[in-house]
């Protein structure tokens, strides 16, 4: 079975452009949130999306946006990049309560900005 | 003070040792407790999940959750080469109508042969 997937893998930005990452869910799953892994810190919640409907928002400047779509693939947009958005970012999928803790996690997209 | 802590190590052992990994948590609406293992440069691999306090075995790891003292463990047996990674312990309660994970930094685990 295909896990979640997300591209690109790698992105190499400059400070002030605009990057649009994205992920498809495990087959089933409606929920897709999404994460910032800084190098040697856990990841930290983005976004959660369910049924195309933003859910929650995690501590993130309005400069971070997503969105999902009816095939519950999901995008997540960041503007006016800094240097501290480098990271790794984590596409994770679910299914809905009572196993929406059970979050199944993508390859990541690293972005380094410059 | 953060919602998760968890020692990064890293920890060195020898193949076939009993591992003990570690978390702390301080919100005590937290009820699911998950455990991550993340390979360099990768995304993080869902180990075992365990719902409120108790023990959970799978193979080689086992998972212990003490609501009372807010303390996770995962034990791995006869550790592996292979098991080298980050372990990430998570968390997750119903806030706001939706579970998000809080995850501790991650601890670095080298087994050498």
């Known amino acids: 079975d295909a896990g979640v997937t997300q591209s690109p893998t790698h992105l190499i930005k400059t400070r002030g452009q605009h990057v649009t990452l994205r992920c498809s869910p495990i087959?089933?799953?409606?929920?897709v949130s999404w994460y910032q892994q800084v190098l040697g810190q856990g990841p930290q919640f983005i976004f959660q999306?369910?049924?195309?409907?933003?859910?929650g928002r995690g501590n993130f400047p309005d400069r971070f946006s997503a969105r999902q779509f009816p095939n519950y693939s999901s995008e997540l947009n960041v503007n006016a990049l800094l240097l501290g958005d480098s990271a790794l970012y984590l596409c994770?999928?679910?299914?809905?309560?009572?196993?929406?803790?059970?979050?199944?996690f993508g390859p990541g997209t690293r972005l380094t900005v410059t | 003070q953060k919602e998760v802590e968890q020692d990064p190590g890293p920890l060195s052992v020898p193949e076939g040792a009993i591992v003990s990994l570690n978390c702390t948590y301080s919100?005590?609406?937290?009820?699911?407790f998950m455990w991550y293992r993340q390979y360099s440069r990768k995304g993080p691999e869902l180990l075992m999940y365990?719902?409120?306090?108790g023990n959970k075995e799978d193979g080689r790891f086992t998972a212990q959750v003490d609501k009372s003292s807010k303390y996770i463990s995962l034990f791995i047996r006869d550790s592996q080469p292979s098991d080298s990674a980050t372990y990430l312990c998570?968390?997750?309660?119903?806030?706001?109508?939706?579970?998000?994970?809080?995850f501790g930094a991650g601890t670095r685990l080298a087994v050498h042969p």
């Open positions: 994770a999928s679910s299914l809905d309560a009572p196993r929406a803790y059970e979050q199944y």
């Open positions: 087959s089933g799953h409606k929920s």
């Open positions: 999306y369910y049924e195309k409907e933003e859910r």
């Open positions: 919100n005590s609406a937290f009820q699911y």
């Open positions: 365990t719902y409120s306090s």
């Open positions: 998570a968390m997750s309660g119903l806030s706001g109508g939706y579970n998000k994970l809080i």
